[in-house]
């Protein structure tokens, strides 16, 4: 999972709207968005303003209004993450794991700090981690307990996560009718894994009544947000 995933509310809402909400007492009416990068520059480092910060990673990593630099990126999240701010600790955590970092104990220390703050990604990612043994000693009876967790404060990718330990029996007993709900669940959210999921256990009838029509409509959301699997399903199922 990649930062620009899953900060994509700041990246596709980068407007004039929604940073008034994050800062309020700004004035940022008609500033187009050099503008707005100068003013989270002065936010950031003047009054180590965390959602600046926070936010500033995001554009750097992604060349969201700046030219990409990871390197600036990983500072921005650093001092945000000082802050206790759950996105921010999350965050750097995920910068550190795409880096490969090989201090594993700093990774999962960040996930936990955030994770007890109800961070739905950051639950989500911890939980991945004691589900395969990574940083931490595998325990997939607490992956699962995390899943749940997340999956409780809406966060989709648990819910396909926690949807694909019930399709196996992984963790938990085998409940094909469980994994389908939790699919649907991402699925409604746009999760394109869920919407594809979801609609093999439909166009089979696992979990739930085989129902064709819906199959396809799923793969049909799927496939227009540019999924290649889906795609190629809408093909096969023509």
């Known amino acids: 999972m990649n930062l620009t995933e899953i900060n994509n509310d700041i990246i596709q809402h980068f407007d004039n709207e929604t940073v008034s909400d994050l800062f309020p007492n700004e004035d940022i009416a008609d500033k187009d968005n050099s503008d707005i990068i100068a003013m989270l520059h002065r936010l950031a480092n003047e009054e180590q303003n965390a959602n600046a910060q926070n936010m500033l990673g995001v554009c750097y990593i992604s060349g969201m209004g700046v030219e990409i630099s ?4 990983l500072r921005f999240f650093e001092n945000a993450a000082e802050q206790n701010p759950p996105w921010a600790q999350r965050n750097l955590a995920i910068m550190l794991e795409n880096q490969g970092s090989s201090d594993k104990n700093k990774i999962i220390e960040l996930y936990e700090k955030s ?5 739905g990604y950051a639950l989500n990612n ?3 981690c004691y589900l395969t043994g990574d940083g931490v000693k ?12 997340a999956v409780k404060v809406g966060d989709d990718y648990a ?7 019930y399709a196996v029996g992984n963790g938990v007993k085998r409940d094909d009718k469980k994994a389908y709900e939790l699919y649907e669940r991402a699925a409604k959210q746009k999760n394109q894994d869920g919407l594809i999921n979801a609609a093999e256990c439909l166009f089979i009838g696992k979990g739930i009544k085989q129902d064709l029509k819906k199959a396809m409509e799923y793969f049909k959301i799927a496939a227009d947000m540019g999924n290649e699997t889906a795609q190629k399903r809408l093909e096969i199922g023509r």
Do not use: G, I
């Not at 994770?115 to 961070?119: R, T």
């Not at 595998?138 to 967790?149: M, R, S, T």
């Not at 819910?159 to 330990?165: E, R």
């Open 70 to 73: 990871e390197e600036t990126a």
């Open 115 to 119: 994770a007890a703050q109800n961070d």
């Open 126 to 128: 911890l939980a991945a």
């Open 138 to 149: 595998q325990n997939v009876k607490e992956a699962v307990k995390l899943f749940d967790k």
């Open 159 to 165: 819910m396909v996560n926690l949807a694909d330990c």
